[in-house]
């Protein structure tokens, strides 16, 4: 499958359907709650039958998703960039320590199309184009750019979902005032008489985050991508591929463990947490007593870095200063290890007594989780294009003759562009979104519905 067989415009509804097994799995529990449901022709069938649309549209992908990760899946990288690239899947390092690793084997932000490898590179001038200097396959001046289908599978069963869970509260608050009035029911146990006002604040804060998110994407399909060789001064998109800077890159070990490396890394973060699980004591108001597990996800520490990189789109390369970027996203975790026992002695004490005393708990697993922009993949980002100074000219040994060799890119916002960095190029970033109308209209009928309980109060 190539990405001249997909259209990149979805138009008004596209029927989305998994493409995971593990997705297919919770899509068929979802419809046979939905059919249960619905053949109750119940109050609680209807509840039963709205949890079952919420989980349809929770595992149903956007509506390109698919799609593109067909085309990846088949597109050929070069050996050398499969070389670099981290073995996927998963690794028993030690069952006697319960000691295992895990790298996604499809990364949502990795290449579509192929990417050119090292190999193909300029090594003596990093500003100079590939071949040609055509730009790079994926660029967004050769595929376009994308648009979701305005309404697909997750939007209308969303839709679906709070429809059906708004008339079923609407029905049992009905029901209880009813007992209410005939002295069946007290009025401080007729315990639906907050929904609306919960629906409805729910509702808001949906909005609001779908409306970020929406500003965030229209940014991104709304500004022009601009090539390296003939960007000005001034904000611009760029899409490219990270290539090393003068600076070189980090090979990151990961809380000093030697064998949890990640080489090759331009900007890093990783986490280290532990497990922690306690014993909860609860008594009901008629006095019984009871226990249960809470167990949760405790950060110990992390830590972060970066080094300037080169952005090159096959036309030319340009420098970005990333450590001037406040917004970043490196997307996925590259790479996952998991533990029954800290690194040494020391860690595992100092943990398993901070989860008793503080927590009143015991460490049950460890997990340290890497994230990181690597050398020779993907990168989107918008940033303020500006001068180079002299003195960094000369220590480049810099004539200033080509214009993309005499400015770098900074993270510095301008009125109506947010400068940030991503990991994945345009058409990555763009193929795993929801439309507007997603994001704004379920929300909106949300907070409608919430109001709209109001009245039965």
Same mark, same amino acid.
């Given at each position: ?33 939905v059919i249960a449901g619905a053949a109750t022709l119940s109050i609680e069938g209807g509840v039963l039958a709205a949890f079952g649309f919420l989980v349809i549209a929770e595992f149903s992908p956007p ?94 069963? &969303? ?71 003939? #960007? ?5 998109? %760029?899409?490219?591929? #990270? ?66 990189? &080169? ?73 303020? #294009? ?22 770098? #890119? ?46 039965? %109060?």
């Amino acid at each position: 499958m190539s990405l001249d067989n997909v259209n990149l415009d979805r138009g008004f509804f596209h029927l989305t359907k998994p493409y995971k097994w593990f997705n297919w799995i919770f899509w068929i529990v979802g419809f046979i709650l939905v059919i249960a449901g619905a053949a109750t022709l119940s109050i609680e069938g209807g509840v039963l039958a709205a949890f079952g649309f919420l989980v349809i549209a929770e595992f149903s992908p956007p509506s390109l998703e698919a799609d593109l990760q067909k085309v990846r899946k088949n597109a050929p990288q070069p050996d050398d960039l499969e070389e670099a690239a981290l073995k996927k899947g998963y690794e028993l390092e030690s069952w006697f320590f319960g000691r295992s690793s895990y790298t996604p084997t499809a990364d949502p932000n990795d290449w579509i199309l192929p990417a050119p490898g090292p190999s193909t590179w300029n090594q003596e001038d990093r500003y100079a184009p590939d071949g040609d200097g055509s730009a790079i396959p994926e660029h967004p001046s050769k595929v376009g750019t994308p648009q979701p289908a305005t309404l697909s599978t997750f939007g209308v069963c &969303m839709v679906m979902f709070i429809i059906l869970l708004c008339v079923s509260i609407g029905s049992m608050m009905v029901d209880q005032q009813a007992a209410v009035d005939n002295g069946e029911l007290l009025e401080e146990d007729a315990g639906m008489k907050y929904a609306p006002l919960a629906i409805t604040i729910i509702g808001f804060i949906w909005l609001l985050l779908g409306f970020f998110q929406h500003k965030r994407q229209q940014q991104m399909i709304d500004t022009p991508t601009s090539l390296v060789r003939s #960007v000005a001064a001034g904000s611009a998109e %760029l899409v490219g591929q #990270v290539r090393p800077a003068p600076e070189q890159w980090i090979n990151v070990v990961v809380d000093g463990n030697p064998n949890r490396m990640i080489p090759g890394c331009v900007d890093f973060r990783w986490e280290y947490e532990v497990y922690v699980c306690r014993q909860v004591t609860s008594t009901d108001s008629e006095g019984n007593t009871t226990t249960r597990e809470e167990c949760n996800w405790q950060s110990v520490r992390s830590d972060s870095g970066y080094v300037p990189f &080169m952005l090159h789109d096959g036309t030319g390369g340009i420098r970005v200063e990333s450590g001037s970027f406040k917004r970043k996203d490196l997307g996925n975790y590259v790479k996952m290890w998991t533990s029954s026992h800290a690194d040494t002695l020391r860690d595992h004490f100092q943990t398993e007594f901070a989860a008793r005393l503080f927590r009143n708990g015991d460490v049950r697993k460890h997990r340290w989780t890497a994230y990181a922009l690597r050398i020779g993949n993907p990168v989107y980002l918008l940033g303020m #294009v500006k001068p180079r100074s002299r003195a960094e000219l000369d220590a480049e040994q810099i004539d200033g003759t080509v214009g993309h060799t005499t400015i770098s #890119v900074h993270g510095e916002d301008t009125p109506g562009m947010k400068a940030n960095i991503q990991r994945g190029t345009e058409l990555a970033n763009l193929g795993s979104i929801r439309s507007s109308a997603e994001l704004l209209i379920m929300p909106i009928v949300c907070v409608l519905c919430g109001i709209a309980l109001f009245a039965l %109060l």
